[in-house]
């Protein structure tokens, strides 16, 4: 069954440097989508990301952060100066259509740790 | 704005016996509902989802939810767990006509001999 892919699995960074997590989504899928879990909290939206453009995206979804789909095949979110409120285990997902009836299919996530 | 509640933080129990964990959802409009599993060190793994219909959910691995308008409940059950059923669970909503998943806290299931 195809799945989405995440790299690293986990990545360690100092507060204020860049960091990039990368995806692989379904190949067919159409819809993107990053989520994060503090350790210990709710499973949050940060952002859906749909024919190049960002779709929705929450309040937590700051200047700091972005999102790109450089090629047909990775989707990324970087965050520009990290903070230690970042650590956090981040989620990608995607799917085929949009609504309900489409579920998200999740990547096993990149644990990021800000020192 | 819609939400999930799971009250149950930790969920102990013995290989073969049966288990439910609850959910409770808010929200004034339509919703669908959903349960996640998330197995160590993977992702999340859709289990099952009520979208409409009958209110009795059946899902993979021997699980099944029950939708409960009147007390704005989607419980999960399983009649008989397995260790392999260790795992957190997440209780989820949609509203509206996107698919933007809004998470409970989960509800870690610990399966013992």
């Known amino acids: 069954e195809p799945e989405v892919t995440q790299t690293p699995s986990h990545q360690v960074t100092q507060m204020g440097q860049e960091v990039i997590l990368r995806c692989v989504p379904i190949s067919n899928h159409l819809y993107f989508y990053w989520y994060r879990q503090i350790l210990g909290q709710k499973v949050e939206f940060l952002v859906s990301f749909y024919n190049n453009e960002i779709s929705e995206k929450s309040e937590i979804f700051d200047d700091q952060f972005s999102v790109e789909r450089p090629d047909g095949s990775n989707f990324t979110l970087k965050i520009r100066s990290t903070k230690l409120e970042d650590s956090a285990m981040y989620f990608c997902?995607?799917?085929?259509?949009?609504?309900?009836?489409?579920?998200?299919?999740f990547g096993n996530g990149t644990r990021l740790t800000v020192t | 704005a819609q939400s999930v509640t799971q009250l149950d933080s930790q969920v102990p129990v013995f290989e073969e016996a049966p288990v439910e964990l609850r959910c409770n959802y808010s929200s004034s409009v339509s919703v669908y509902l959903f349960w996640y599993v998330q197995y160590p060190n993977q992702g999340l793994q859709l289990l099952l989802k009520?979208?409409?219909?009958?209110?009795l959910v059946k899902g993979i691995n021997g699980f099944e939810a029950e939708f409960n308008k009147s007390q704005t409940s989607f419980h999960l059950r399983k009649p008989s767990v397995h260790i392999s059923d260790t795992a957190e669970y997440f209780c989820a909503v949609v509203t509206g006509g996107g698919n933007k998943l809004t998470f409970g806290t989960g509800t870690q299931l610990k399966v013992e001999l």
């Open positions: 009520y979208l409409s219909g009958s209110t």
């Open positions: 997902a995607s799917s085929e259509r949009t609504g309900f009836n489409s579920p998200l299919h």
